[in-house]
Nanobody
Framework: QVQVVESGGGLVQPGGSLRLSCVTS????????MGWYRQAPGKQRELVAS???????SYTDSVKGRFTISRDNAKSTVYLQMSSLNPEDTAIYYC??????????WGQGTQVTVSS
């Protein structure tokens, strides 16, 4: 059974940084395209960054130049380094497969709150 556990969120001031981690189990992560999603209050969940099994990377426009996605297949882990955070980045962040139209059961996510 696939399990995804996100961590690393917290309260940060505008302009600050956070590094999110996503540890997976029950799968060979190397064969999947992976992504970080977020859901802000009252909004739909959106894909903010994805990394292919070939290492290709894409970002939604609002985070380009500020967020960096990476993966460590040996550790079954996907990371999201976030910098220059602003209040619009406040959301619950989730990790899941991406780019193929399928997702596993969603984990608990990790809350990111950007506020002064």
């Amino acid at each position: 059974q696939v399990q995804v556990v996100e961590s690393g969120g917290g309260l940060v001031q505008p302009g600050g940084s956070l590094r999110l981690s996503c540890v997976t189990s029950g799968i060979y992560i190397r064969i999947y395209n992976m992504g970080w999603y977020r859901q802000a209050p009252g909004k739909q969940r959106e894909l903010v960054a994805s990394i292919g099994r070939d290492g290709s990377i894409s970002y939604t426009d609002s985070v380009k130049g500020r967020f960096t996605i990476s993966r460590d297949n040996a550790k079954s882990t996907v990371y999201l380094q976030m910098s220059s955070l602003n209040p619009e980045d406040t959301a619950i962040y989730y990790c899941n497969r991406a780019r193929d139209g399928f997702t596993w059961n969603w984990g608990q996510g990790t809350q990111v709150t950007v506020s002064s």
